[in-house]
């Protein structure tokens, strides 16, 4: 049984910047929290939060969750990640992921097709950029220097060197050959409605990627990230209700029918019939109902809801997980509440 990190998940902005950011982060880092996150979709983006937070903070790790991959060229991302490092002390984790297709192509203007064969060469380039060595690189999607042009291109070495060579990758999956590419080629992997109570298939993924030839790492030395919704109430049902619509959106919303990937792993936790009902009310605008179709079981699988008591009870099963690091969300009494319950 393993002792958890948590971490503060930071998100996205909606309309803007949610007012009292710096004094939350600051607080997170008073309560011990390891690590913040933020994320990005197609409004604010994942670096600028950090560098600017990172820089009233001395000790939290710096990590993205997720940096878009179609958003920036491989070495436009190193060259972030790189001079993010830098700035704050060998803070930074560079967490990737490759969104979905309305996203990728609708936002990005990018090909979203064979994601995972994007991210193994995306990542490949990573690596050489930060090792400094010469960018060069043909791949299927990626060509370094660039094909025609002016033929003036070449190889070129990154002027600045990384802080550490060996900055850490994470990769966000969902699907079993995407977590087992993480456990393949990355440092770790950022989980998404992750089960502990129906990871087999999870496990069977990583031993795949463990168990070929460049692996990098093993199951002890592989960071394994998760967002968690933990709301605190006497009441459980109270408590299921304000994680429902959450899980409605991105279950019923996300993505279209036949390719919603959150969907599915909802599916493979036994709930295809829930799932299939929660997206039809909500592809038919009826959000309320869609929330509501939820069970409580189904949102027990993936949150932490409840009374203290139960939900310190139900900490012990994610200590003996694959998570080392639980991401949360909350005002600083929030955070300091589920401080508590985790580490005592």
């Known amino acids: 049984m393993s002792d958890l990190k948590l971490g503060l998940a930071l998100g996205y902005w909606g309309a803007g910047p949610p007012p009292g950011l710096a004094e939350l982060v600051m607080a997170a880092e008073r309560l011990g929290y390891d690590s913040m996150w933020a994320a990005e979709a197609y409004g604010s983006d994942a670096l600028t939060p950090l560098a600017w937070l990172g820089g009233r903070t001395g000790r939290m790790r710096l990590g993205t969750s997720i940096m878009q991959m179609s958003a920036r060229t491989p070495v436009a991302t190193a060259m972030a990640a790189m001079t993010l490092d830098h700035l704050s002390g060998g803070r930074f984790v560079l967490g990737l992921g490759a969104s979905g297709p309305q996203v990728v192509e609708g936002w990005y203007g990018q090909p979203y097709p064979k994601p995972l064969a994007r991210a193994r060469e995306y990542v ?4 050489q950029v930060m090792a400094r060595e010469k960018a060069a690189f043909e791949g299927e999607h990626y060509r370094l220097p660039y094909p025609g042009g002016s033929g003036l291109g070449k190889p070129l070495r990154s002027t600045i060197h990384p802080l ?9 999956a969902e699907g079993p050959k995407n977590v087992a590419l993480a456990a393949e080629i990355a440092d770790g992997w950022l989980a998404m409605f992750y089960s502990p109570y129906d990871d087999a298939h ?4 990583l031993d795949e990627g463990f168990a070929r030839r460049e692996a990098r790492r093993t199951r002890e030395t592989f960071e394994v990230t998760c967002r968690v919704n933990v709301e605190i109430d006497d009441d459980v049902e109270a408590a299921a209700d304000r994680v429902r619509p959450m899980l409605a959106l991105y279950v019923g919303g996300m993505g279209a029918r036949g390719a919603n990937f959150h969907f599915e792993a909802f599916a493979r936790m036994g709930f295809e019939a829930e799932c299939a009902r929660v997206q039809e009310l909500y592809l038919e605008g009826r959000k309320e109902e869609a929330a509501a179709a939820i069970p409580l079981a189904m949102v027990e699988k993936v949150a932490l809801v409840g009374p203290r008591s139960k939900i310190a009870e139900e900490l012990d099963v994610w200590r003996s997980s694959l998570v080392t690091t639980v991401l949360v969300s909350g005002a600083p009494a929030r955070l300091a509440a589920i401080a508590e319950l985790v580490h005592g």
């Open 202 to 205: 999870y496990r069977a993924s």
């Open 124 to 127: 490949a380039i990573l690596r």
């Open 164 to 172: 550490r060579a060996d900055l850490p990758i994470l990769l966000a």
